[in-house]
């Protein structure tokens, strides 16, 4: 089983849908969680950390599921700009461990 | 300026020859990455840094090698490049149990 899992999709939605994505990590250990966001081409961009008690920015929702080892990005109100690959990426505090990716889940907005 | 800062952004070169990607970063991170990422894969891990006496391989190290000659600047080399070393590489650092920050990447062209 991979460390990381995402759906790599594409998710296809139309403007203003509600589209959510889930991620899966298999480390019972981890510590911390982040959503990235990645352009064609570009670099990834961190788009908002995940908090125990989950996170809200605007439009987009991050929560975590300890007890069933995922994550999930919520985005409501999908816009065209929001077309993009959405990295999860996982990690321990403490020692010698590095962050860990997921392969992305590509999000496609149509009008 | 960046916070990560890579060069050079695009480069092409011929098989056989021996190039080196910059990175140097201002965020004071102790540890530094190099990714490449291909379409399909994500990014894979070729080697990291935790500080300047620390190299690490990563899952694939082969053909490759860094030199880390300060905190700030972690470089890679591709010692004789093949065309199968194209790709798009991004240098990340980050604190302990954090996540990235990202260069812009160099786009690396093998012919």
């Known amino acids: 089983r991979k460390e990381v899992e995402q759906d790599p999709g594409p998710f296809n939605v139309p403007e203003g849908a509600t589209v959510a994505f889930n991620c899966t990590y298999s480390n019972s250990a981890s510590q911390s969680f982040f959503w990235y966001r990645q352009d064609c081409r570009k670099e990834p961009k961190l788009l908002m950390s995940v908090y125990s008690s989950g996170n809200e920015d605007g439009r987009f929702t991050a929560q975590l599921n300890r007890a069933s080892q995922y994550i999930s990005l919520l985005i409501r109100d999908s816009k065209l700009s929001d077309s993009a690959t959405y990295l999860c990426?996982?990690?321990?505090?403490?020692?010698?461990?590095?962050?860990?990716f997921g392969r992305g889940t590509s999000l496609i907005v149509h009008p | 300026d960046a916070d990560v800062t890579q060069t050079p952004r695009n480069r092409i070169t011929k098989t056989g020859k021996r190039i080196m990607l910059e990175c140097s970063q201002t965020?004071?991170?102790?540890?530094m990455y190099w990714y490449r990422q291909d379409p399909g894969l994500g990014l894979r891990l070729i080697y990291y840094?935790?500080?300047?006496?620390?190299?690490n391989k990563g899952e694939i190290s082969d053909g490759y090698s860094v030199s880390r000659q300060a905190q700030a600047k972690f470089s890679l080399s591709l010692e004789s490049a093949i065309p199968n070393q194209t790709a798009l590489y991004f240098c990340a650092t980050s604190e302990q149990g954090d996540g990235y920050t990202f260069g812009s990447g160099t786009r690396l062209t093998v012919v």
């Open positions: 990426v996982v990690n321990m505090r403490g020692g010698s461990y590095i962050p860990t």
């Open positions: 965020k004071g991170h102790d540890r």
């Open positions: 840094s935790f500080d300047v006496k620390d190299i």
